[in-house]
């Protein structure tokens, strides 16, 4: 069978997450505040996103005619039972993703955590997380979380990357090659957008990228991340973050909205 193109791909989500939202009533689907529910082409994953208990473990993929939200957290807690005496793998990115996404859930979709962590306060929607792109010779581009930046009545799409290893290469090649994709595919994005939140939508062709990873030694001392300049030369914006979620955590942007 054929590999679907960028384009059909991205129209498959769209359809997945205009049918969640009408089934659940919410711009960002989710059963609570734990229990996202991410839009695929086929469904949807029903998603832990507790920072502290098995971030962004998939418990189940379901679909059906209507969302049965006592049925689906009987089974989400059946899930944990089963599996909290099993070895997990908590990445630290994986807690924080998961702690943006709850923030985002309890928010309405507005990603108020992270605004917070930057000087000018930027009014963030999240979109959606963990796409991954087929191309049709089978290479992939992935994307951790694309969120949009509102600036005035137009959208800026974000490419956001978490990581709590330090790999600026890997991560900005990583940002740059979903900016290029999303901006080749602005008009299905903004369906998507519009899908996912029963709103208007008009989204720049500008796409900002963002990395989130640890703060350096130099920052805990006062100076700047050694790695600034060079993420500024790429384009792209720095976010850094101190303690781990729901443990006293402390975000901060260490560099400004690239131009």
């Known amino acids: 069978m054929p590999i679907p193109t960028v384009p059909q791909q991205i129209q498959a989500i769209t359809a997945s997450a205009r049918h969640l939202r009408e089934l659940t009533g919410r711009t960002l ?24 208990r098995r971030p962004q473990q998939g418990l189940m993929r ?10 689906w957290r009987e089974l989400r807690n059946e899930s944990f039972a089963e599996r909290d005496n ?5 990445t630290p990115e994986k807690a924080m993703q998961s702690l943006l996404i709850r923030d985002a859930i309890t928010n309405q979709g507005w990603m108020k955590l992270l605004s917070a962590a930057c000087p000018e306060q930027p ?3 999240f979109l959606a997380d963990e796409f991954a792109f087929r191309a049709s010779d089978g290479e992939k581009t992935v994307c951790d979380i694309v969120a949009v930046r509102w600036q005035d009545d ?17 991560l900005t090649e990583q940002v740059c090659k979903m ?50 300049n060079k993420c500024r030369a790429d ?9 781990a979620p729901g443990e006293g955590l402390n975000m901060q942007a260490a560099s400004q909205i690239c131009d």
């Open 29 to 52: 689907p989710a059963l609570d505040a734990d229990l996202y529910l991410r839009p695929v082409p086929d469904g949807c994953t029903v998603l832990s996103v507790n920072p502290s």
């Open 62 to 71: 379901r679909w059906g005619p209507r969302v049965n939200v006592e049925a």
């Open 86 to 90: 099993q070895p997990t793998r908590v």
């Open 123 to 125: 009014r963030l929607r």
């Open 154 to 170: 137009v959208g800026i799409p974000i490419v956001i990357e978490l990581k709590s290893a330090r790999h600026l290469r890997r």
């Open 179 to 228: 900016a290029t994709l999303i901006a080749g595919n602005l008009e299905d994005f903004r369906l998507l957008a519009e899908a996912s939140w029963g709103v208007p939508v008009q989204l720049a062709p500008k796409i900002e990228r963002w990395i989130i990873w640890p703060s350096s030694a130099a920052e805990r001392h006062g100076d700047l991340d050694p790695k600034v």
């Open 235 to 243: 384009g792209v914006r720095l976010v850094t973050y101190d303690g």
